[in-house]
């Protein structure tokens, strides 16, 4: 099916490109000189990820679609630096993320990348606010100031009645929200959300979406998502199939693949 | 600097407010840990007291006898042999008393047989075997709670075994049990059947002194007469002879000229005696050793696997955060501060069940076997025990600590 010209760049200025990135899993261990020398075979490689490229760019949401084990996760996990690519380079801005110790990409991750989950993974035991303040203790701010501004994030996502709720007394759209606050509280440059609205019901799912759509000025955003409403609402949408790109389509086309 | 030193502060701050937080919505899970390292720290002081106070009431029944030496012919041993009971190598003890008690420095030289002989009354009906203990006068050495003491050993007559036989022994409250008697009563005794079917004592006193001190059933009774009835009267076999020394005299000195005037025989000090005792029961000292070496492994096992399982439950929860950017530094604090708070009340607990525990044991123990004071605590045990639960409780969860931050965040997520 013939799409418009794999668009993989956005308008404006990139914040992470993936440049030719595979990523390889094996079964097992792999063996190491001993045991390829006593002819232990190497153990059965899955290719997650196959020369894939991608550019994400500043104020755009990509949607990354695809079935069940077609890489969606595995891109958005090496794009974050939580995963490294087998080969390929990501870079964030000028930086390749491969260059970065545990460390560092850590520390990368906290001043530059939110991260959203499916299943929110909030504290139970800390309140909405304390739950999207805690990041802000690894930069050095202050309780009064880290308070306000998670307040404040809260307030934008619409949950400024509920900063004391602990995530037990809250919806699964509400802590949803709490979380997307958190991935927001350190003006991270880039968000990740994997199946963002999995857990969620049909008008939840769109509260959802209207409050990623509300948070990406400035920042990228990237989703990973099954759900068709998720990714007809993306400004670009990447096709995923046995861990390749097999398609590009812009909004216009997201709307009529998906909707 | 200081902003860096402010800065960790601050984070360890938050990570405090965040360990309790996280107690406070696991209220269960914190309990079991808690019982569980309090009941391993209970272990420890219970099996720690008790060594302590076979020490303690070792040193008080020596200080009891008013004593300053003790003579003895080779090691002091407890034998099995004839039911148990300690092995008489000292021979000719009234003689060598007689001598020792020539020297102008020492007041007296008493010797003292322990000895396994056969028992009944007429309300048991068969023998029994119990130890015997003889001895040449009763005085402040041998406590009588009832009835009267012995009175001094005619029957010896300066080594002629003609004067008349007493017939008075002394027992404890055990043997007034198990023989079903009581003061006024008569007993025989012997170390033979037939020797004891010869020899009728009468109960004139109950006693807990010996009984105490070997902690077995025991019948006290005057020296000469416990050589009579166990045939021993040639030889003059004791345990050991107990050395009183003039006031003012150094007993380290007399101890020197004595061992150096009877190099085949061992003079020791209260403290030396009590060793010496204690050295020779090489078995129940590594049986207590390994008791509690396995109650502190137990503990540390226990405390580690109870830890594990508090952090493991966490792990998602650490995924997230850790793949938000919060660093492995954070994460650890406050897993080490969880640790902090188990070992800490654990221990604590422990260490207040204790005094409960040991009156509970010394009770129980008084009553089954009439030893008093067998668990003993000071207060080294306390501190002790409280900080081994505190580092054992901070060391494991700083352990499961790391080992979380070194497992990639998407792994515990999974």
Known sequence: MARSAAPDTGASSPVVTADDVTKIYYRGSEPGRLARILGRSQPPAVRAVESVSITISNEEIVGLAGPSGSGKSTILHMLAGLKRPTSGTVLFRDTDLETLSKRERTRHRLEHIGVVFQQFHLLDSLSARANVALPLVELGIGKRQRRQRAAELLERVGLGDRITHRPGELSGGEQQRVAIARALITDPDLVIADEPTGELDTDTGRTILETFRQVAENRAVVLASHDHETLGSCDRLIQLRDGSVTDHLTQKESIDEYS | ?414
């Not at chain 2, 015997?132 to 001094?152: L, S």
């Not at chain 2, 107990?242 to 007399?254: F, K, L, S, W, Y």
């Open chain 2, 1 to 414: 600097m200081f902003s860096s030193l402010g800065n960790s502060l601050h984070r360890l701050r938050t990570a405090g407010s965040l360990t309790v937080a996280q107690f406070r919505q696991r209220k269960l899970r914190l309990s079991l840990a808690i019982i569980g390292i309090a009941l391993a720290v209970l272990a420890i002081t219970l099996l720690a007291g008790t060594g302590i106070g076979v020490l303690e009431t070792g040193e008080q029944q020596f200080d009891a006898a008013e004593r300053d030496l003790w003579v003895t012919a080779g090691e002091t041993r407890i034998t099995s042999a004839g039911g148990g009971g300690f092995e008489n190598t000292l021979y000719d003890s009234r003689n060598l008393s007689t001598e020792l008690e020539s020297n102008e420095e020492i007041s007296n030289a008493i010797p003292l047989a322990f000895d396994t002989v056969y028992v009944r009354s007429n309300q048991s009906g068969s023998f029994n075997t119990f130890i015997a203990t003889g001895t040449p006068q009763g005085g402040p050495a041998v406590h009588v709670t009832d009835g009267d003491q012995i009175q001094g050993d005619p029957h010896y007559a300066n080594g002629t075994y003609d004067g008349e036989m007493t017939n008075e022994v002394l027992i404890d409250e055990e043997t007034a049990r198990e023989l079903n008697v009581s003061v006024g009563d008569s007993i025989n005794i012997g170390g033979s059947l037939a020797a004891a079917r010869e020899h009728e004592f009468t109960i004139v006193g109950m006693t807990p002194t010996f009984e105490q001190m070997l902690g077995t059933p025991t019948v006290t009774m005057p020296l000469s007469e416990l050589h009579e009835v166990t045939g021993t009267t040639q030889t003059e076999p004791a345990t050991f002879i107990t050395i009183t020394v003039e006031d003012g005299t150094t007993v380290e000195a007399v101890q020197r000229d004595l061992q150096e005037t009877y190099p085949e025989y061992k003079i020791r000090t209260n403290q030396e005696q009590l060793s010496a005792i204690l050295q020779e029961q090489v078995l129940l000292l590594a049986a207590a050793g390994v008791l509690v070496f396995l109650a502190l492994s137990a503990g540390i096992a226990l405390t580690l696997s109870l830890l594990s399982l508090v952090i493991h439950q966490q792990r998602q929860t650490f995924g997230a955060l850790t793949a938000q950017g919060i660093s492995s530094s954070f994460l650890i604090a406050t897993v080490i501060g969880q640790g902090l708070i188990i070992g800490t009340l654990g221990g604590g607990i422990g260490v207040l069940l204790t005094p409960l525990a040991v009156t509970v044991l010394n009770h129980l123990a008084a009553v089954i076997v009439g030893f008093d004071g067998l668990v003993q605590t000071a207060p080294w045990i306390y501190v002790g025990s409280l900080g081994i639960a505190i580092v054992i409780g901070t060391v494991a969860a700083a352990i499961a600590g790391w080992k979380i931050s070194r497992t990639p965040p998407l792994e515990l997520l999974q």
